[in-house]
Structure formats: structure tokens, C-alpha cells
């Protein structure tokens, strides 16, 4: 899934050429897109000891910024929407030493029998670039993709990258885990902004958001779960669902 720049997998949503350079943006581990003086704080931080409680924060790495999309002049609004801010810094994510992208090369399945473009692989094959060649697309109405971590584990944040091409509100985003495939045992959900539960899966309190190159953050607080299941319902710019990388933070189960 390196082989940028490539093809475009199309989507009838006006794309173009993929970013040049996008992949070679400089970047620190982590914290790629902060100003300079918080990213030496934050890496200070990843790189020292564990605190005496032995959390420490999560070692993120973010991928390059869309230059595909622009932000739009006049982003959507309302009450349960976040409003859209590029200079917000999301603050380090602190979890037990040790944690770890649990989902990487895993297996990851679709309830989608024949997606439009992709495969279920490409969301954890740790390649999250604003890129059509790193994105699962999905054909409209609700659809989910599912993690298998291979074992109960103890998981304690969930981030997401949807489809960051384009300033985009995906709809009905549902997180959830499970003991079993088919999610009937122990499911919990971590986040939920299906607000008129048009997705038939609860009623969400959670916002909606832009999605951005820093992916969306789920506190997952060290629920114990083998399956991970993220729903969507399209976005503000298509019916389709994409998603391009979903990581897993935490640690094998005991
Ligand atoms: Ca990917």
C-alpha cells in the first residue's frame, strides 16, 4: 500500500491528483502536525519513563495532512457538531506503559460482501495517508468493519482515520467491542454520535466531528475485548463509507 502516487480509486466526488511530497512531509513521531515548541514537549514526554503510575502517553504518529480537500468556507454547524478548528491540539493520551497497536496486521473483515474499492486489510496495515490506495470504501446505508484482535485483550483507546481525504463529517460513527464475531457477548459501546438512531444501534450522546489527519480518539477506559466493530452511515459528502486505518491501543489480555 506504498506504491504513492497511484491511481484514484474514484468515488464521483471530484478527485485529483494525490498530495505531492504528502508522504514526506517531515514529521516527528507523534505529534507530526504540532507547532514545534509543544511537539519537543510531547516527545520529551513519549520518550522519558514511565510516570511512577506507569502510564505514559500513547505514541501516536499521525499522517500527513489532505491537501485534496479544502476546508470549507463555511464548515456545517450546530449543536451536536464540533465545530471544525485545524489549530486544535489534542492532548497526549496517557495509558499504561506498554500499550500497543493491538490491531496492526491483525484481521479485519466488512459487513459490506463486496466493497467498492479496497479491502478489509487496508484498515490496519498501518498506513493511514490521505490517499485513495489506503482506503476501504464501502457502499451506502449502514456498514461496519471489525476488528479481531486474536485474543481477549485489554483495550485502552481506539483511533480512527475514516476517510481524511476531504473535510468531512462521517454520520452514525458507533464503536464498539464484543467477546464473540457476531457481537451478542459483553458488547459495549465506546462511542456513539448517532443521535436520531438512524443506524438502529442506540441513540448516540457524541458529537460529530471533521474528520482530520489526527483521526478521532476513543477513550476505551481498559475495557476487555477480542472483536472491535466501527459503524458508519455515509458522510456530509457521500453515501459511501470509507475507512482508512483503526487502531487499537492496549495491551494482551492476562
Ligand atoms: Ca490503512
Redesign the pocket.
Known sequence: ?NAHPSPLSGGGRGNSAPPPGASARPQRPGCGWLPAFLAAGLLAGAASAPAADGLAPLPLKLPAPTIKGTPPDQPLKGPHIEPLDLNKVRAPFLAPAGARNLALNKTATCSDPKPRNGEPA??I?G??EPMDD?VLELHKGVQYVQVDLGAPCVIHAVVLWLDHRYYQIIHDVVVQTAEDAAFTKNVRTLFNNDRDNSAKLGEGADKEYFETNQGRLVDAKGVQARYVRCYSQGSSESGLNCY??IEVWGLPGQ
Open positions: 500500500m487496508l484498515v496495515d498506513s493511514k489506503d482508512t486505518e
